[in-house]
């Protein structure tokens, strides 16, 4: 018999948080969405101030700028991904140039991959280095087709900087790039280049645990069928994401401005 008909029983077993595989992704799950949240809004935040500075009359220079942040964008994520993994080990260049300068010990080394939480914070600031000139395009191109007339009636019923940009900036921002920030929060979710490139799931502090704490649930899955083939484990994985991602984006699109206000900018 090659196979059997079990039901829901995988996925009851998933579910089950006093079983390893159901606590473990329970824990996978919770840092996948903490991930892929401040994966999307720290490049979006970032992206915007960097494309409102560089655009703002006052910058000299403007092609420059730009030019410096799409340079980055030719060199392939996936060769920009190995070199800061190799860079950031033990005996890395960055520990050793901090060894040098006497800022830590000789025999010692920031644990930029092999701490959970020094990991975590290293993986998200290392895809805001990777991700922000992509965000600054789409944003530049969103601040030079904002009208005018706007920015200039506001000035002459005295509306200061902020107002400025709370009332009109940031709107016509998020009207026209919601469905962007949907694509990318699904992007992230399974963005599994950066984590397998970084750290590869690692540090792993659960030995009886199949995922590390920085597994994301598509890097899980993927040690799952490849690894421990778990492939009846790994089919569920890929079905609850699908269904959450697919609700989720629904459930967001339709509920924005960007759809309910079509045709409103």
Known sequence: MLFDWVGLENFVTLFDSTSILGSTFWSVLTWTIVWAFFATFTNYIFGMILAMVINRPGTRAKSFWRFCFVLSCAVPSFVSLLIMRTMLQPDGAVNVLLRNL?????????????????????IIVINIWVGVPYTLLQLTGVLQNIPGELYEAAKIDGANAMQIFSKITLPYMLYITTPYLIATFTGNVNNFNIIYLLSGGDPVTDLASTAGSTDLLVTWLYKLTIDKQYYNV???????TFMILAAVSLLAYRNSKSYKEEGGF
């Open 234 to 240: 790994g089919a569920v994985i890929g079905i609850l």
């Open 102 to 122: 006497g800022w830590i010990a000789q025999d010692s080394s920031l644990p930029f991959f092999t701490d959970s939480l020094w990991a975590k914070v290293t």
